[in-house]
């Protein structure tokens, strides 16, 4: 098994003695979770008391240039809960694989890293530590160009385990594409699994991303579950910590028909003679003749599922990961994501009609197409919310109070998972995230071809 490195997991362990913020961060914690409650309780106080809904419709009736709005808004809603029905029946269907008595593949984890500091020592110190038989194990490292001390750790790394690491510098950074494609290139592994230069694994995490891999044959790639290192040192941290545990059930309903859309590059495993013919497509693809530098994971993703593999999310291999604590940091992340998704989903609608594969074809379609729907009514939803309250200013208690409750229902998911009081922190994000960031999807549709990585 891998080399022991005592304590490093608990270090990255939400709830860790390590981990524990300062206390005056321990008093805002406690605060937060007191008084969002009481917040919510005095909105829907407040909805009650002000503002009749009838009037309301009345109003919009007698208005012509806003008397779509009643029907806009039953629409959007509908379609949401249709969406969020058809997710939660297959969420509940999810099971992860189970791990088998082996015999057990060759893997490689690959690392590209790039002016990541101390950071990047702890990412392989964890995959070291892994439970996973070290004549099987190999680690290679890239050093992408970085400007900083990350060559140091790297180097020092590559002393501490030396069989087991294999390093690579560029002179100049190329960008993590790049990076990656040298690892893919040069891995001996039969199973290739990418890993951010700011994560750390579970010791038995390599073990259960490679089990749907061994248990079923047309099994191309496998995703990780990503959750939050720096989940208690901000109030951002939180808040990402929830949203990032919200996202295992999209993932996890897209497991049931085999597709899911994107393997992060935190933590994703790959069947070897399904990456290498189309390592030199993604290597040079372009969108509207412009290079693909960004969002490589989810592009990587599509290559597989084009060419018949199957796709799944390993909610037992654990991986967590550093995400911004800032608003500038989380924009820049969020928008190099959107501008992604904006072109991936156009190279997905190229094959999905396709008979790309023998089976599993009918639900990504019909997940596709409510899955683009979910933006465009968003950013209506949000123009008509502010035409609402024009005419009728009251409804904006309304209108916040059920926003918090749709988000205590979408938190429903963190609350089986998790089991703990952060949930409250998903509330505090939704009202975050609809006023402060829903200018990053259509930017990010006007911007597509921006090549910049923004956080590099």
Excluded at 5 to 21: D, I, K, N, R, Y
Excluded at 89 to 103: H, S, V
Excluded at 366 to 384: D, I, S, W
Excluded at 390 to 403: E, G, I, N
Aim: some cysteine; hydrophobic content about 45%; aromatic content about 14%.
């Amino acid at each position: 098994m891998g080399h022991a490195v005592p304590g490093l997991f608990a270090e990255a362990s939400p709830g860790s003695p390590e981990t524990l913020p300062p206390r005056t961060w321990r008093w805002l914690d406690g605060g937060l979770k007191l008084l969002v409650p009481v917040f919510l309780a005095a909105l829907l106080a407040a909805a009650y008391q002000f503002g009749s809904c009838q009037d309301y419709l009345q109003l919009l009736s007698s208005s012509s240039y806003v008397s779509f709005l009643p029907a806009l808004g039953a629409s959007y809603a509908l379609a949401m809960l249709l969406f969020q029905v058809l997710r939660t029946i297959l969420w509940a269907c999810y099971r992860p694989y189970p791990l088998t008595e082996g015999p057990w593949p060759t893997v490689t984890v690959i690392i590209s890293a790039y002016n990541e500091g101390a950071m990047v020592a702890k990412t392989i110190d964890s995959v070291a530590a892994a439970d996973y038989p070290g004549e099987l194990l190999e680690i290679f490292c890239i050093d992408d160009g970085s400007t900083d001390d990350t060559w140091r750790f790297i180097a020092q790394a590559r002393e501490r385990y030396p069989r087991l690491l294999k390093t690579l510098r560029f002179p100049a950074n190329r960008g993590k594409k790049e990076a990656l494609y040298a690892g893919f290139t040069r891995a001996r592994g039969e199973i290739l699994v990418t890993l951010d230069s700011d994560s750390v694994i579970a010791p038995d995490a390599l073990r259960h991303l490679v089990a749907p891999l061994l248990a079923e044959a047309q099994m191309g790639a496998v995703a990780g579950n990503v959750k939050v290192y720096n989940r208690h040192q901000s109030l951002m941290g939180k808040m990402q910590a929830v949203r990032f545990v919200n996202l295992d059930y999209l993932r996890a309903s897209q497991s049931l028909y085999r597709a899911v859309v994107c393997t992060p590059g935190s933590l994703s495993a790959y069947r070897r003679e399904a990456l290498l013919p189309i390592l030199t497509a993604w290597r040079r693809q372009t969108f509207l003749g412009a290079p693909c530098h960004h969002s490589e994971d989810r592009a990587l993703t599509n290559f597989v599922l084009r060419s018949g593999y199957y796709t799944y999310y390993q909610r037992s291999a654990v991986v967590h990961t550093l995400v911004p604590e800032t608003y500038a940091g989380i924009c820049r992340m969020y928008l190099r994501w959107e501008r992604g998704n904006v072109r991936e989903s156009w190279v997905q609608l190229g094959y999905l009609f396709t008979r790309y594969r023998s089976q599993y074809r009918l639900m990504p379609i019909l997940e596709f197409f409510l899955a683009q729907l979910e933006y465009p009514l968003t950013l209506l939803f949000f123009g008509a919310l502010a035409a609402s309250l024009v005419v009728y200013p009251s409804m904006l208690f309304k209108f916040l109070t059920a926003l918090g409750l749709a988000s205590l229902l979408n938190l429903l998911y963190y609350l089986w998972l998790e089991r703990d009081l952060d949930f409250i922190y998903g509330v505090i994000y939704s009202y975050y995230a609809f006023f402060l960031l829903q200018w990053i999807y259509p930017y990010a549709l006007v911007t597509v071809r921006d090549r910049r990585w923004l956080t590099r």
